[in-house]
């Protein structure tokens, strides 16, 4: 996977108790599970695809 970046992240009561209930559906710890639900709003908003597609049309032009 290379290299990873830690970032402190600071979540109101309310917030975490929503992330709380998320636990054993999207992982068992705090940092997986905060790591996939960035990664799925990024999915769902198109940002990952539109990334990949951009790479690849860099990558074709050279």
């Known amino acids: 996977m290379g290299k990873s970046k830690r970032v402190l992240v ?3 009561e309310r917030q975490w108790k929503l ?3 998320l636990r054993g559906e999207m992982g068992d ?3 997986d599970i905060v790591r ?3 990664l799925g709003w990024l999915t769902e ?3 990952i695809s539109e990334s990949a ?3 690849m049309r860099k990558n074709n032009e050279k």
Do not use: L, M, W, Y
């Open 45 to 47: 908003k198109s940002f």
């Open 53 to 55: 597609k951009n790479k």
């Open 29 to 31: 710890g705090d940092a």
């Open 19 to 21: 992330i709380e209930t």
């Open 10 to 12: 600071s979540f109101t």
């Open 36 to 38: 996939n639900i960035v």
